[in-house]
């Protein structure tokens, strides 16, 4: 789905829940769902100014997920590691932004070219 | 370019306001849209500080708010769920927060380790592989002596003492770097025969008074003698005192350690202040500390000394006695 605003913003989280609650994620795992869902979208809002949200359901071996896949074609991320290092988000707090989104979830895998744009891979199993 | 989203501060109204009028809005059955909001609202009480018991003290406000008057026990019910759905989304931001805390303390705690590692390969390096080269430089050197007229080895003779000294003082501060006396005999005994090598490198008194020997449990051990290292040698370096004290003794589950000097001093008030500068050796001490869950603190006007004071937590006496033999 399409990330352009805030209203789409509050769409992505509606359906991420919407889809952690159906695989049987307990309400607590679908907050932090929601939460990762918000920080990447915001990442999109801020940076690119549009992007795209895809959710999926996936099937490990002997488990079922949920993956959220951030896409945009904005300006990209020069330095992935410094991205991904605690206190360079906007917002300047310790765990929030692409480290906080990390922790809440099990798998993340990020791919970007300046200029290009970036792709934030995340996924979610069930316990 | 970054956008300044988050700077409205003006016409932004209180946090508790928004915060209330969010939960009334979902509780009305605005769905997802205010969940949001709780999420952003979290957000922000993060970035302006808010502590975790101001946002219950303000949920415990919003939330009677809410059900004042009313009667109908399903309804209440449902506000009931609807406002502890709220609660969570608006805690989540801080649950990402408080893993990041987690991970940072971790990573401070293996930093320190390492720390200690590479200084015990330093300390080895300087105490035998130097001590092996200069006892080969003494053979050299008694080997050229044995050709050489009386004068001449005379002057050889000077210069073995001078290689004496040199390797007298390598082994020293290869022993202060990683006394062996820390992990064989203590805590105690190491800043002992730390201070005393202070004392007299400095040429002033180091008094030491302990209420209790008795062994630590590692970390602690290390962390002690770390803060005490640092600071003697920062009061030696600024402070020219003519007298230190180091006082170490137990209080209510906390090992308790200060090293008071009568030196310059300085105006301990700015380092409270956020953009003020502090020393690299402050930091990492202060570092050292809170890694382990202790607290650091720092007393000193212009003219009246320093003090630095540690407090570390200390488990009970058995689980002491069992880590210290580790």
Same mark, same amino acid.
């Given at each position: ?8 913003i509050?769409?992505?989280?509606q359906?991420?829940?919407a ?11 679908a ?8 920080e990447?979208?915001?990442n999109?809002?801020?940076?690119a100014?549009?992007g795209?949200?895809t959710l ?6 002997n488990?079922e997920?949920l993956?959220?896949?951030a896409?945009?074609?904005g300006?990209g991320i020069?330095?992935?590691?410094q991205?991904?290092?605690?206190g ?10 692409l480290p906080?989104?990390r922790?809440?979830m099990d ?5 970007s070219?300046p200029?290009?744009?970036t792709t934030?891979v995340?996924k979610?199993?069930k316990? | 370019m970054k956008?300044? #989203?988050?700077?409205?501060t003006k ?9 209330a ?6 509780a009305?059955g ?7 909001k709780?999420?952003e609202l979290?957000?922000?009480?993060l ?5 975790l018991m101001?946002?219950a003290s303000?949920?415990?406000e919003?939330l ?8 109908d026990?399903?309804r209440?019910?449902e506000?009931?769920?609807a406002s502890?759905d709220f609660l969570?989304?608006c805690?989540s931001?801080?649950?990402m927060?408080?893993r990041g ?8 705690r293996?930093l320190?380790e390492?720390?200690e590692e590479?200084?015990?390969r ?8 130097a001590?092996q080269?200069l006892?080969?430089?003494h053979?050299a050197?008694a080997?050229?002596a044995r050709?050489l007229?009386?004068?001449?080895k005379?002057q050889v003779?000077q ?5 004496n000294q040199v ?5 020293r501060?290869s022993?202060?770097?990683?006394p #062996? ?10 800043i ?5 090598g202070?004392s007299k490198r400095?040429?002033?008194p180091i008094?030491?008074e ?8 590692g #970390?602690n ?5 770390r803060i ?5 040698t920062?009061a030696?370096k600024?402070?020219?005192p003519?007298?230190i004290?180091?006082?170490a003794?137990?209080?209510?589950f ?7 000097d009568d030196?310059a001093?300085?105006d301990?008030r700015l380092?409270?202040i956020?953009s003020?500068?502090k ?6 001490m202060?570092e050292?500390v809170?890694?382990?869950?202790g607290?650091l603190q720092?007393?000193s ?6 003090e630095?004071s540690?407090r ?5 006496e058995?689980?002491?006695s069992?880590?210290a033999r580790?």
């Open positions: 789905m399409p990330i352009n605003s805030d209203q789409d509050v769409v992505a989280r359906k991420g829940r889809l952690a609650t159906e695989l049987g994620f307990p309400p607590g795992d907050t932090l769902i929601a939460t990762a869902i918000s990447l979208a915001r999109i809002v801020s940076y100014r549009k795209h949200i999926q359901k996936i099937d490990g071996l488990r997920g993956s959220v896949i896409s945009d074609q300006p020069t330095d992935i590691r991205a991904m290092r605690d360079f988000s906007t917002s300047g707090s310790l765990g929030m932004g906080g989104v922790r809440l798998e993340f895998e990020i791919k070219q200029g290009r744009g934030v995340v979610k199993w316990q | 956008m300044a #989203t988050e700077r409205k016409a932004e109204p209180r946090f508790e306001d928004e915060y009028c969010q939960l009334r809005e979902y009305a605005s769905g997802e849209a205010a969940l949001g709780a999420y979290g957000r922000r009480a970035t302006e500080g808010k502590s101001e946002i303000f949920h415990h919003a009677q708010g809410l059900i004042q008057g009313q009667q026990d399903k209440r019910e506000l009931l769920q502890s969570a989304e805690l931001p801080y649950e927060a408080q805390f987690q991970d940072a303390v971790k990573a401070l293996q320190n390492t720390l590479e200084i015990k330093i300390a080895y390096a300087v105490h035998d592989e001590g080269l006892v080969a430089v053979l050197l080997e050229v050709e007229p009386k004068p001449q005379d003779g210069i073995e003492g001078l290689l390797e007298k003082h390598l082994r501060y022993h202060e770097l990683r #062996t006396i820390l992990d064989d005999l203590g805590w105690l005994p190491a002992r025969f730390l201070a005393e202070v400095a040429d002033l008094h030491i302990a209420t209790f020997s008795e062994r630590l449990p #970390t051990e290390t962390t002690l003698y005490v290292q640092e600071a003697l920062n030696v600024h402070a020219k003519s007298n004290w180091v006082r003794w137990k209080e209510n906390a090992l308790c350690c200060s090293i008071r030196g001093g300085f301990s380092l409270r956020p003020g500068r020393g690299l050796g402050l930091i990492a202060q050292r809170s890694a382990i869950g607290t720092i007393e006007c212009p003219g009246r000394g320093t630095i540690i570390l937590p200390l488990e009970d058995n689980a002491n069992r880590l580790g």
